[in-house]
């Protein structure tokens, strides 16, 4: 039965989520054996994640995101989302990581020496950083893109 190797505990909330309910739909008949497995390895990946990537933070802001405690003038469920694509941030091991999934509409910035690369968290905000070759973001700054 697939929905058994399904059993592993989530790290990240959504993706255990998501994992739980493709699940639930391979044991109605749908053919999505596939999308499952990827998904389990995506969940394996940051559950077993254990060094550190984000190095530094451009200011407070962004660090109390990451650190999960609150900001002021800021929507939780924003805060919510920037906190979710920090931890991917976190969990890659090298940068190509980053074009997964899609939504995180990943690019590098134009203009900016050492070059700094942004992640998409909604249409307004954008979390901005430079990668470094030793594999880890430094300067990383959740800012306001217009």
Known sequence: M?????????FHK???????LIAQRINEGSPLVFVVDFKIKVLGFLQYKKSIMIISFRDRKTEKLFNGEPVSKLNEKLAQKDRRRL??????????????PA?????????????????WVNKQWRISFIWEESNN?????????H
């Not at 959504?14 to 739980?20: E, L, M, P, S």
């Not at 990943?106 to 942004?118: S, V, W």
């Open 87 to 100: 931890e991917l941030l976190n969990a890659a091991q090298k940068i190509e990581d980053l074009y997964f």
């Open 103 to 119: 939504s995180n509409k990943f690019h590098a910035l134009e203009g900016f020496n050492p070059k700094r690369y942004a992640v």
């Open 137 to 145: 973001a430094i300067d990383v700054y959740f800012e306001d893109y």
């Open 2 to 10: 697939v929905c058994k190797a399904v059993s592993i505990p989530p």
């Open 14 to 20: 959504i993706i255990g989520v998501r994992v739980k």
